[in-house]
């Protein structure tokens, strides 16, 4: 089945630095998404991305979609304490047709120091 | 907006009981799905539903059983509860398109003693 390898598994970083993640996949995906996930609550999606080289942002947050199709990465710029949280990777599986059921990375958990 | 939404938020059972879980969304979504989520391992696919009436196995399904009889409900059924259950579990939703995102609801905490 669909694997999707993400990293790093963790980052402790100072408020005001540049974040960056990425996520590899063992095939071709159409659509790569990026969640977020606060404390106690279920994954907000940040940004989604549906073609090939697209460069999307959503204010502090940029993503890229990788020319391979096998990969792609998220930056935070200028981290704040409320980035604090685990970010997903996810894209819909490929099987037999399948589309809409989506493989998520095992997460990147984001601290941010005050 | 309420959007997916979820419940209980939290449940402890002994081991061998057994339980629903609770999922309704107000987006019209046709399609949804339950997730479980342990530590460091991401979420994993227990059941979706493409509509009404249409269920099917996810990537973990043992231990668990679904229903979709209308459009807005997706419940989760515990029927022996055991301990390798204690998770969180999310319903989640989305349109009928494939590159259509999922909603997540806030989750359920089940503990199984």
């Known amino acids: 089945g669909q694997q999707l390898n993400q990293s790093p598994q963790s980052m402790f970083i100072q408020e005001g630095e540049d974040v960056s993640m990425n996520c590899t996949s063992s095939s071709i995906f159409n659509t790569w998404l990026w969640y977020k996930q606060d404390p106690g609550e279920g994954p907000v999606l940040l940004i989604a991305?549906?073609?090939?080289?697209e460069l999307t942002s959503n204010g502090r947050l940029t993503a890229q979609f990788g020319i391979t199709r096998k990969d792609s990465f998220l930056n935070i710029s200028a981290s704040i304490p409320s980035d604090v949280g685990i970010y997903f990777c996810a894209g819909p599986g490929n099987s037999g047709g399948s589309n809409y059921k989506l493989t998520f990375g095992k997460g990147t958990l984001l601290t941010v120091n005050p | 907006n309420a959007g997916v939404t979820q419940t209980p938020k939290f449940r402890i059972l002994k081991i061998g009981q057994s339980m629903t879980l609770q999922c309704t969304q107000d987006m019209n979504h046709n399609y949804m799905y339950w997730y479980r989520q342990d530590p460091g391992m991401g979420l994993k696919l227990i059941y979706y539903s493409v509509g009404a009436g249409i269920t099917d196995k996810g990537e973990v399904p043992n231990g668990y059983n679904v229903s979709r009889s209308t459009t807005e409900d997706f419940p989760l059924r515990l029927e022996l509860a055991a301990p390798s259950q204690t998770s969180v579990y999310f319903c989640?939703?989305?349109?009928?398109?494939?590159?259509?995102?999922?909603?997540f609801g806030d989750g359920t905490r089940l503990s199984i003693l």
């Open positions: 989640a939703s989305s349109r009928i398109s494939e590159d259509q995102p999922q909603h």
């Open positions: 991305l549906y073609k090939a080289g």
